[in-house]
């Protein structure tokens, strides 16, 4: 069970409900269905709750399940155990993401401004607004309707913050703009200075980083991620993009919209990337290259060339994903041989 010390549930919901929220087709006709209550993976899920099945690694568990309801692929169905309501979906996982956002909401944003918090005379505060413990906001910021800014965390001079966006506890945010309906979590730093300087016998000088961070509506970056200022032009993350945990980009990226970046990853600098983009971990770009629309970048990659549209890749340096899978067999075989 969901600890409530945590997590606060809301009411339970109707099979017809979830139906109507998800566009999933209801396979089984009863006088009346039992509510759901909860929302658990299948292999913990008992009455009441409501789980799904995407993965064929986990079909032995439908038979098996005590859950009341799943989502699950019309493939499957004749998998499931004989009193699982089933939900037919293509998108199981998706649909059970949507019920369990539902049963489970974001905490409510309280507006207050803590006494501990320090906000410039200049700043502009939308309302609505929760200002948390020891937060700073700088002079001439502005801070949309329905934000929260959570302990410890600092808005610089100027920044700008679109409605319904969270900001984390212990957060810096300087030299952006920043969309509506955001989340950064905590220990993010935005806006800093890129890694820019120019370096002789005499020694390094240090080049200004004059642009901004642009970041579109919709936009989450995970815990301890950084994302640097442009130098000239403007470091730029597309709306609906999802940045994992300790995330590097550098100055003058441009990161298109609804991309996937998962954790360790680094981006070197002027790295223009298209939409719908996958990256995932430990894989590094190297800078001043292009990444099409709709790529694949397998974990630990390393990218040092330009990548068109669709192209799926993996290895270090990145070859085409076949091909990877060939040099890994190669090496097993070779491994294998010299074991003989």
């Known amino acids: 069970m969901t600890d409530p010390r945590f997590f606060s549930r809301s009411a339970p919901l109707s099979i017809e409900a979830v139906v109507e929220i998800t566009g999933a087709t209801l396979m089984s006709e009863a006088e009346t269905y039992p509510k759901i209550k909860d929302v658990r993976p299948i292999d913990t899920a008992g009455s009441g709750d409501l789980t799904f099945v995407e993965n064929r690694k986990y079909l032995d568990l439908v038979a098996k399940t005590q859950a009341s309801a799943c989502f699950i692929s019309s493939v499957l169905v004749d998998r499931a155990a004989p ?39 200049t700043a502009v505060i939308g309302e609505g607004c929760q200002i948390d ?20 965390s600092t808005i610089g001079e100027s920044v700008e913050i679109g409605r319904n966006t969270r900001i984390g506890s212990n957060v810096s945010i300087s030299h952006t703009e920043l969309g509506a309906d955001c989340v950064i979590y905590p220990g993010a730093r935005i806006g800093q200075p890129g890694f820019g300087f120019e370096i002789d016998a005499s020694g390094p000088i240090d080049m200004p980083q004059l642009g901004l961070v642009k970041i579109g509506n919709n936009v989450e970056i995970g815990a301890n991620t950084t994302v640097d200022r442009g130098a000239g032009p403007d470091t730029v993350i597309g709306s609906g993009t999802r940045i994992d945990n300790l995330v590097q980009i550098g100055h003058n990226v441009q990161l298109g919209k609804n991309c996937v970046i998962v954790a360790q990853v680094g981006i070197a600098g002027s790295t223009r990337i298209g939409n719908n983009t996958v990256i995932a971990g430990q894989s590094g770009l190297a800078g001043h ?29 990145a070859v085409p994903i076949k091909e990877f899978r060939k040099q890994v067999a190669v090496i097993k075989s070779i491994g294998r041989r010299n074991k003989k």
């Open 83 to 121: 009193d699982l309501i089933l939900l037919i979906t293509d998108h199981p996982r998706r649909c059970f993401a949507k019920i369990a956002n539902i049963m489970y909401p974001r905490d409510e944003i309280i507006p207050t401004v803590h006494e501990t918090a320090i906000i410039s005379e």
């Open 133 to 152: 413990i020891g937060a700073v906001i700088g002079p001439f910021a502005k801070i949309g309707k329905g934000c929260s800014i959570g302990s410890n």
């Open 289 to 317: 290259i292009n990444i099409g629309n709709n790529v694949q970048i397998a974990a630990q990659s390393g990218v040092a060339k330009s990548l068109g549209d669709g192209a799926v890749v993996g290895g270090s340096p």
